[in-house]
């Protein structure tokens, strides 16, 4: 039976995209002994007992005639953190290898760290599938860590995360009621915002900060000195007006001093109560952090980042600036 589909190749990528993987490089040497390393997300796992996977390579890629002589190649599984090092692999013909600390494992592949999982594997099978090659292996070692993994789908890479179970509450059962529902971004994100600071709240309270004060103190740990309207710009968006009288105020406290500019720099006893606030922050971060998991984190750093672009009205930069002294 002849059936020839002409599909537009586009779109079916695009249709196969629809599938969400996880992205790996798989390394090996080639017959000069040089390093060989390609980003694949067609890794599959095959058989459990016994341990069999597979990935396949476009029958085109420069790495071909390496992977297809050699019997021994490693998957490694990319932690979310490695999207650079997957798009160093997915280009052709670069020096892959120049920076890559390696390590020994139990073939002579190139064994690369900081991944979520690593599988070393024996050349089983090679069959022919069209475009590609598909080589299937038996894992010989692996191992992994708890670094959440990099995903991608839709022709992007992604971050995962588990579909949050819906906590049941009085308020949630008959939200169509009430205009104010639980869901309201706004909502989520003030709650989370005080829910946050309350663990800083008595440090402040204690140094007789108040949020105005801890902002600008904060502002010039990263950047200083600052004059007044730049400083005033910059904390502009909490709604809090940081005028001269503020910062007189802080002066007069000797934890900010005025320099010649005329501009505002922190003291030594301003630096000390901002590294101390910080300090406290970060232990609530990671207090929070260790209850959400490692993965989840990721996820509301990346969510957050992308909401704080979507409404930046247009605030000067801030850690970029800071980067670049
Ligand atoms: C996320 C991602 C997944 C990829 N998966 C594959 C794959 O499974 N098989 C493949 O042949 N190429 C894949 N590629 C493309 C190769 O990484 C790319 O063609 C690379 O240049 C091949 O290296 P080489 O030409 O040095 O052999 C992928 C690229 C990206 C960014």
Same mark, same amino acid.
């Given at each position: 039976?002849? $059936?020839q589909?002409?599909?537009?190749?586009?779109?079916?990528? *695009?249709?196969?995209?629809?599938?969400?993987?996880?992205?790996?490089?798989?390394?090996?040497?080639?017959?000069?002994?040089?390093?060989?390393?390609?980003?694949?997300?067609?890794?599959n796992?095959?058989?459990?007992?016994?341990?069999?996977? &597979?990935?396949?390579?476009?029958?085109?890629?420069?790495?071909?005639?390496?992977?297809?002589?050699?019997?021994?190649?490693?998957?490694?599984?990319?932690?979310?953190?490695? !999207?650079?090092?997957?798009?160093?692999?997915?280009?052709?013909? !670069?020096?892959?290898?120049?920076?890559?600390?390696?390590? @020994?494992?139990?073939?002579?592949?190139?064994?690369?760290?900081?991944?979520?999982?690593?599988?070393?594997?024996?050349?089983?099978? *090679?069959?022919?599938?069209?475009? $590609?090659?598909?080589?299937?292996? *038996?894992?010989?070692?692996?191992?992994?860590?708890?670094?959440?993994?990099? &995903?991608?789908?839709?022709?992007?890479? #992604?971050?995962?995360?588990?579909?949050?179970?819906?906590v049941?509450?009085?308020?949630?059962?008959?939200?169509?009621?009430?205009?104010?529902?639980?869901?309201l971004l706004?909502?989520?994100?003030?709650?989370? $915002?005080?829910?946050?600071?309350?663990?800083i709240?008595?440090?402040?309270? %204690?140094?007789?900060?108040?949020?105005?004060?801890?902002?600008?103190?904060?502002?010039?740990?990263?950047?200083?000195?600052?004059? #007044?309207? !730049?400083?005033?710009r910059?904390?502009?968006?909490?709604?809090?007006?940081?005028?001269?009288v503020?910062?007189? *105020? &802080?002066?007069?406290?000797a934890?900010?001093?005025?320099?010649?500019?005329?501009?505002? #720099?922190?003291?030594?006893?301003?630096?000390?109560?901002?590294?101390?606030?910080?300090?406290?922050?970060?232990?609530? %971060?990671?207090?929070?952090?260790?209850?959400?998991? %490692?993965? !989840?984190?990721?996820?509301?750093?990346?969510?957050?980042?992308?909401?704080?672009?979507?409404?930046?009205?247009?605030?000067?930069?801030?850690?970029?600036?800071?980067? #670049? @002294?």
């Amino acid at each position: 039976m002849e $059936h020839q589909q002409h599909f537009d190749p586009r779109d079916f990528r *695009q249709a196969l995209g629809m599938f969400a993987t996880g992205v790996t490089i798989v390394t090996t040497r080639g017959a000069d002994g040089a390093p060989v390393g390609v980003t694949a997300n067609s890794f599959n796992s095959v058989s459990i007992d016994p341990p069999l996977v &597979l990935w396949s390579l476009a029958k085109n890629a420069r790495s071909l005639d390496a992977f297809s002589g050699s019997d021994h190649w490693n998957v490694h599984i990319l932690a979310h953190e490695q !999207e650079a090092l997957s798009n160093l692999f997915a280009r052709a013909g !670069e020096d892959k290898f120049g920076q890559q600390q390696l390590e @020994q494992g139990v073939s002579d592949a190139p064994l690369l760290p900081g991944c979520s999982a690593r599988f070393q594997c024996k050349t089983m099978f *090679q069959y022919d599938g069209g475009d $590609h090659t598909i080589f299937v292996g *038996q894992v010989l070692s692996y191992d992994r860590t708890q670094r959440p993994p990099l &995903l991608y789908a839709m022709g992007q890479y #992604a971050l995962a995360s588990r579909k949050a179970q819906a906590v049941a509450t009085e308020a949630q059962a008959d939200t169509s009621a009430s205009l104010y529902s639980e869901n309201l971004l706004g909502y989520l994100l003030g709650r989370a $915002h005080y829910q946050f600071l309350a663990g800083i709240r008595p440090l402040l309270n %204690e140094r007789s900060l108040t949020d105005a004060d801890f902002f600008v103190l904060s502002l010039l740990s990263v950047q200083e000195p600052l004059p #007044a309207a !730049e400083i005033a710009r910059h904390i502009a968006y909490t709604g809090i007006d940081v005028g001269s009288v503020l910062l007189q *105020q &802080l002066c007069d406290r000797a934890l900010l001093r005025k320099t010649d500019a005329p501009a505002y #720099a922190l003291t030594d006893a301003g630096r000390d109560a901002i590294l101390h606030v910080v300090a406290a922050a970060k232990a609530e %971060e990671a207090d929070v952090l260790e209850r959400m998991g %490692e993965s !989840e984190a990721a996820l509301l750093r990346n969510l957050l980042k992308q909401f704080v672009r979507a409404t930046d009205p247009g605030l000067p930069t801030l850690w970029t600036a800071a980067a #670049a @002294q």
